[in-house]
Structure formats: structure tokens, C-alpha cells
């Protein structure tokens, strides 16, 4: 059961995490100012009302998580989000991060492998958010009918740069994922050069859900 209002008290617990996200590093006030607008306690269950600010995972069923805050907030910083940039997301779990990306004025395409999850999608971003379109398929093909995209982003972990994606992003456009690195993950950001070739950047190492192939029933 999903939680509806969007309390006093909840918004005060937004202020408080989102304060706790600049003490931690994130200096993007436009990251910060979306991810107070978005509710996150509307992504999850009503047993994790209390805690649903806390900077921490939790378990959203099929074996996936709502990110971490902190996380969501460092992926999308290093995204570097315009207005009216057309997203790839590869791994919608509970549309949270695929909301706090349409907050900032982004069209969003995310597929999610996981029919439970896809099916039953959050009512909330389906509302509030007609910019985001949902798709059920392999995030390791794309979507080559909607390509080319300005930016991609994977939340979950790689275990390569997907070449795919790659062939799907404008030149110029980069792509941000946690790439496997023994038994975590490194954030990297990868920039499409205009000859098609691709450039890396490397970051801080994460804990991600693996990345797989196919759709699961």
C-alpha cells in the first residue's frame, strides 16, 4: 500500500535529508531543489513511513531497491540534466529517480526488465509526470525506435559500457553507470565524442543491484 499525503512532516524530513545531501557533497542546488519537490515516501510501502527520509536503500520487491538518496542525487549531478533533455533511464525500479529527472524538465524513457515492477508502476510518477514513458524490455538493447537520446543513465550495475546505449546517444551526449569493479562498482561518466568514439571519467565506487540481460517475468 502506497502512502497519498504529502504531510508537514514529511516535507520537513525532505528539508532535513536534502541538507544532510549538501553536507555530504552535493553541490547542485537544481539536483537538491527537485529532490525536495519529489515525495519519496510515495515510492514505498506505508511500513516504511517513518524512515522513508533516511539516506539509505530499501528493498521495492523483484529483488530491487529504491536507491539510496545520496546516490540518486550523485548520479544526477554528474548527468549534468537540461531542460527538455531526452533521457534513456535503464532500470526504473520505483520510478523515483525517473521522477526527480522529469522534475528538472527532462523527457524520460525508462525500461524496467522486472514485469512485477513495470506493471505495477507508481501511480504517483504516471500523474505528475505524463514526460516520463515507461517501457518493459532489456535495458542492454535500449530504445533504438526513440534514439538518439541526450543523455543515459543506468541504475544499476554494468558489467560494461553497454555498446548499444552507446550507438543510441547523440554526439556529445553523455552516459552515467556504475561499471563492476571487483566486488563494487565505479561511477563513470562517458562522453560520446563527435567521431562516435567515447571518453571516460571516473568517480566514487557504489553498491549497485546487478545489471541483467532479457526481461524476467
Known sequence: MKIEKDSYRHKGLRKILINSLREKGITDEVVLEAMNEVPRHRFLDTVFDNIAYEDRAFNIGSGQTISQPYTVAYQTQLLRVKPNDKILEIGT???????????????????????????????????????????????????????PFDKVIITCAAPFIPPKLVVQMKPGGIMILPLNEYDSQRMIRVTKESDGSISEEHFDKFSFVPMLSGKSK
Open 93 to 147: 525500479g520505483s520510478a523515483y529517480q525517473a521522477s526527480v529527472l522529469a522534475e528538472m524538465g527532462a523527457q524520460v524513457f525508462t525500461i524496467e526488465r522486472h514485469k512485477n515492477l513495470f506493471t505495477n508502476k507508481d501511480l504517483y510518477a504516471l500523474q505528475k509526470y505524463p514526460q516520463i514513458k515507461f517501457f518493459y524490455g532489456d535495458g542492454f538493447e535500449g530504445l533504438p525506435t526513440y534514439a
